[in-house]
């Protein structure tokens, strides 16, 4: 199926896509994002207004009914713009749309979907820590039961956008005596609850917004809150774990296959505008030759992510392909990024283009989303690899 056209009407949507970041997202307005390292909110409101937050909801919850093979497509055709407005659009609809859609409690759903399919509900990641990066089944941050009461202790790490999401969700231990595992849950936090702090941390890649160390003391939130309802209490690992993950490393890998398209496009355009020794170089055998690898290289990782993406939507097993889609795309990227800034020279290095700051968000995708060597060990144990 995945080799057939793509059906008619993601045609349509990348086509309107590319209009709207032609006429909404220039390049010099991104370079004024990019030195102000934040988004334009008004520009990503009508986005938002396309009905794109609405392909990880329900019809049933406002949204446009999940297809994540159009979700996909949205964030590829987003990140060739680099991700101003992609990281917004997955902090919303992937975060948010994505996760309440598959673990919240049918209350959950009905309160928190249609804004979040609308664009107006915007989601960040609670779960790593100071001391805990890949090993989330280690976290420190505890939660109890207050009566009614959830209350949060501990401090997160790397919560992009937690200074502007409305909601946080953290992954909590809540019973430090429990089996490993079986000992966690998610709490949405409201972002503006009392007993929140933040400290702001530094990062050359993912600058449409800041992260941050986010303190949780003495949070207090309603057990309503917790992720999947009150019955989903120490239930955080399986909603963590499960089909919401394959999304994530589809999301992620198409982060990254969008932004190593931008690197091939902007050095592909340069090669044939920058004349050497009396011809463009793209004339230049040598660069010829980097050039196609870079494109060969870029056409394997939309097969890998769109396969990846395919079963998902299809609800079909897809664990081995989803973490395959996530390394290998996010470890070939950063070839052809550095190939493409190659041929770019010491343009390449320059702010004048884009190039530079695409290779810095190449660099940190096989980070992202769970490391290229954490993918490799879920390959390997879910193929049964003996230890």
Same mark, same amino acid.
């Given at each position: ?145 207050d009566g009614d009461t ?16 409305? $909601? ?13 595992? +079986? ?8 972002g503006d609850a009392a ?31 917790i992720l999947g309802g ?43 505008? +920058? ?71 010491? $343009? ?40």
């Amino acid at each position: 199926m995945y080799f057939a056209d793509e059906p008619d009407h993601i045609i349509q949507l990348r086509d309107t896509l590319r209009r709207f970041i032609e006429r909404e997202a220039p390049r010099e307005k991104r370079q004024t994002w990019r030195d102000a390292q934040t988004f334009p909110r008004d520009v990503f409101a009508r986005l938002a207004e396309l009905g794109v937050c609405g392909l990880t909801v329900p019809e049933k919850y406002g949204g446009l009914g999940q297809d994540w093979v159009a979700a996909t497509a949205v964030i590829e055709e987003l990140c060739r713009a680099g991700l101003f407005l992609a990281g917004p659009y997955i902090q919303c609809a992937f975060y948010g749309g994505g996760n309440i859609s598959e673990s919240g409690s049918e209350e959950q759903k009905a309160a928190l979907l249609p804004d979040a399919a609308a664009g107006k509900l915007m989601f960040a990641y609670g779960l790593s820590e100071p001391d805990v990066g890949g090993d989330l089944a280690s976290i420190k941050t505890r939660a109890h039961l207050d009566g009614d009461t959830v209350v949060v202790n501990g401090v997160k790490r790397w919560c992009t956008g937690a200074d502007w999401a409305d $909601y946080i969700i953290c992954l909590v231990n809540s019973d430090p005596d429990g089996q490993r595992y +079986r000992n966690l849950s998610l709490v949405l936090v409201p972002g503006d609850a009392a007993g929140i702090t933040r400290h702001e941390l530094t990062h050359q890649n993912l600058i449409y917004t800041n992260s941050f160390d986010v303190y949780f003391d003495e949070v207090r939130v309603p057990a309503d809150n917790i992720l999947g309802g009150r019955d989903a209490w120490n239930d955080g690992w399986r909603r963590l774990a499960g089909r919401s993950l394959d999304v994530e490393k589809v999301e992620v890998a198409a982060m990254t296959f969008g932004l190593a398209q931008a690197a091939v496009e902007e050095a592909w355009e340069y090669a044939q505008q +920058r004349r050497q020794f009396g011809k463009p170089i793209s004339g230049h055998q040598a660069v010829r030759h980097e050039l196609v690898d870079a494109r060969t290289k870029l056409e394997a990782c939309r097969h890998m992510l769109y396969h990846a993406a395919w079963l998902v939507d299809q609800d079909r097993p897809a664990t081995v392909e989803t973490s395959m889609a996530k390394l290998f795309v996010a470890d070939t990227a950063v070839e052809i990024g550095l190939t493409c800034q190659r041929v770019m020279g010491a $343009y390449g290095l320059s702010e004048e283009f884009d190039m530079a700051q695409t290779v810095r968000d190449l660099i940190g995708m096989p980070i992202v989303g769970g490391s290229s060597h954490m993918q490799k060990n879920n390959i390997a144990n879910r193929l049964g690899l003996a230890e």
